[in-house]
């Protein structure tokens, strides 16, 4: 699996527009497409998704494919890595880095719950063996930053092993695509 690391604040802020966090979305689990497929699916002419690929590719998170065209004026993208990472963290010496880390942040955790949103809507469309399957909780706990630390570093091993599991599936085995989305962070509410 590969990561794109996110540590320029330009890059930080290509991918924080809505449309261009979907576009990403939808070449990494879709495979490359052109601007026109992926219009259809996002609901926006092919010329304005044209334009959000160019700046995606400029923070070299999407690149062009043109071993898949049939002719030069068709265009394919594709993603150039499986998962984006940043530390909003590492941000806070650099005010810029700062607000473009956050404001990404913002964007990512709205596509999360609009996500939520959509398969609540969705759950009695999709059956209930697959709303039975699904799960989501919270809890409070009571951590020190290090115990944190080693509460992500688990649960991100967990996904890791899954990984594995969603490798091994085609296309036509019964498997779905699933969201995995795990959070842990502090909160300041009493």
Do not use: K, N
Request: charged share 25%; with cysteine.
């Amino acid at each position: 699996m590969t990561v794109r690391r996110l540590d320029d604040a330009a890059h930080m802020r290509a991918l924080a527009h809505p449309t261009r966090l979907r576009i990403v979305g939808l070449l990494r689990t879709g495979g490359a497409q052109t601007a026109a497929m992926l219009g259809d699916v996002i609901d926006e002419a092919p010329g304005t998704i044209s334009y959000h690929c160019r700046r995606l590719a400029e923070a070299e998170l999407i690149e062009p494919a043109p071993d898949l065209g049939a002719d030069r004026r068709e265009r394919w993208w594709r993603a150039t890595a499986d998962r984006t990472s940043w530390d909003l963290a590492e941000a806070f010496g650099d005010p810029e880095r700062l607000v473009a880390a956050t404001e990404l942040g913002h964007t990512v955790a709205q596509a999360y719950a609009t996500e939520y949103q959509r398969f609540i809507d969705q759950a009695p469309v999709l059956g209930r063996e697959w709303v039975a399957a699904s799960t989501s909780s919270d809890q409070v706990l009571r951590l020190t930053p290090d115990e944190l630390a080693g509460l992500g570093a688990e649960l991100a091993a967990v996904l890791d092993r899954w990984t594995a599991v969603s490798d091994a599936h085609t296309a036509d085995d019964g498997a779905e695509q699933v969201i995995a989305v795990t959070q842990a962070y502090r909160t300041t509410r009493r």
